[in-house]
């Protein structure tokens, strides 16, 4: 038997540059356990627990629909109720916003672990984005829920459907959770040097859904309508519109633009991550 066939050697890395996938590999149960963390302890110790999954969605979305629907009176694509539009429009957001949350505060929330133990940083990010996975799956439970009430029991029935688009939800996840991602490594490095901006994080997060959620693209002006879908997420959520309720708008090139910048952010973001994660144990 070889005496060194369970050695691990721990070494600097000689390029921030690279990035070490069969490491990342081999720290896969460190993942997993982490998906598992994240998800359990979200609502661990709180009273309603797992409820609060369709809890924070239905909440919103009776307060977009009496805010925005009722008292401002923005209109909704295609007559689509203002519940069902807002509510498909949160299960994307969500899914984006959690992977965001958890991802801009790796170094922050992470500081004493990563004094103490070595594996790979960018296992805390992913496992993020993989436990988001079964909230978005909880809520997407929600939506059909609503989906199927005012489909059957509503006058407004006949002015919605499911789209073709709807096989391209995948793709859809993917590119909420390439941009989260990007966005959040980016952020999290930043915060790790400027500890004061991660009070930025949660103010950010919150204008970024105002700018995404509330007014389908159908009722920007003309004029603005380009501008607006510059807003890389505006593009993936109406493509969530138009899979789930037949309504929104879709443009390719505008698109393709917001899932080049997605790429880009996620490429640079974990390179600027890598490079912190070398010192930040050092400077904690």
Same mark, same amino acid.
């Given at each position: 038997m070889n005496p060194h066939r369970h050695t691990t050697v721990i070494q600097p890395a000689q390029n921030w540059l690279a990035i070490?996938?069969?490491?990342? &590999?081999e720290?896969?149960?460190?993942?997993?356990l982490l998906v598992r963390r994240d998800f359990v302890a979200r609502y661990k110790q709180s009273v309603l627990g797992p409820a609060w999954f369709v809890l924070q969605p239905l909440i919103m979305t009776v307060f977009f629909t009496f805010i925005f629907g009722r008292v401002a009176n923005i209109?909704?694509?295609?007559?689509?109720?203002?519940?069902?539009?807002?509510?498909?429009g949160?299960?994307?957001w969500n899914y984006f916003a959690q992977i965001l949350q958890g991802s801009s505060t790796t170094f922050t929330s992470n500081a004493n672990i990563f004094q103490k133990i070595y594996f790979p940083r960018l296992v805390m990010p992913l496992s993020v984005s993989i436990s988001a996975l079964f909230t978005f799956a909880i809520q997407l439970g929600l939506f059909f829920v609503v989906f199927a009430y005012f489909k059957l029991f509503s006058n407004a029935g006949s002015t919605f459907s499911l789209g073709w688009q709807l096989a391209l939800v995948p793709l859809l996840i993917a590119h909420s959770a390439i941009l989260a991602l990007g966005v959040g490594m &980016?952020?999290? @490095?930043?915060? @790790?040097?400027?500890?004061?901006?991660?009070?930025?994080?949660?103010?950010i997060i919150?204008?970024?859904l105002y700018l995404t959620i509330i007014i389908p693209v159908s009722s920007v002006p003309a004029a603005? /309508?380009?501008?607006? /879908?510059?807003?890389?997420?505006v593009p993936v959520i109406e493509l969530y519109r138009l899979a789930f309720l037949g309504h929104g708008e879709f443009d390719p090139t505008l698109y393709g633009f917001s899932l080049a910048l997605s790429l880009l952010l996620l490429i640079t973001g974990m390179l600027f991550f890598q490079r912190t994660s070398r010192t930040f144990a050092d400077t904690v």
């Amino acid at each position: 038997m070889n005496p060194h066939r369970h050695t691990t050697v721990i070494q600097p890395a000689q390029n921030w540059l690279a990035i070490n996938w069969r490491e990342l &590999w081999e720290y896969r149960d460190l993942l997993l356990l982490l998906v598992r963390r994240d998800f359990v302890a979200r609502y661990k110790q709180s009273v309603l627990g797992p409820a609060w999954f369709v809890l924070q969605p239905l909440i919103m979305t009776v307060f977009f629909t009496f805010i925005f629907g009722r008292v401002a009176n923005i209109p909704s694509d295609g007559n689509v109720p203002h519940s069902l539009m807002y509510l498909c429009g949160l299960l994307g957001w969500n899914y984006f916003a959690q992977i965001l949350q958890g991802s801009s505060t790796t170094f922050t929330s992470n500081a004493n672990i990563f004094q103490k133990i070595y594996f790979p940083r960018l296992v805390m990010p992913l496992s993020v984005s993989i436990s988001a996975l079964f909230t978005f799956a909880i809520q997407l439970g929600l939506f059909f829920v609503v989906f199927a009430y005012f489909k059957l029991f509503s006058n407004a029935g006949s002015t919605f459907s499911l789209g073709w688009q709807l096989a391209l939800v995948p793709l859809l996840i993917a590119h909420s959770a390439i941009l989260a991602l990007g966005v959040g490594m &980016w952020m999290s @490095a930043i915060t @790790a040097k400027y500890r004061d901006l991660t009070h930025l994080n949660q103010f950010i997060i919150q204008i970024w859904l105002y700018l995404t959620i509330i007014i389908p693209v159908s009722s920007v002006p003309a004029a603005y /309508q380009t501008l607006f /879908q510059l807003n890389p997420m505006v593009p993936v959520i109406e493509l969530y519109r138009l899979a789930f309720l037949g309504h929104g708008e879709f443009d390719p090139t505008l698109y393709g633009f917001s899932l080049a910048l997605s790429l880009l952010l996620l490429i640079t973001g974990m390179l600027f991550f890598q490079r912190t994660s070398r010192t930040f144990a050092d400077t904690v």
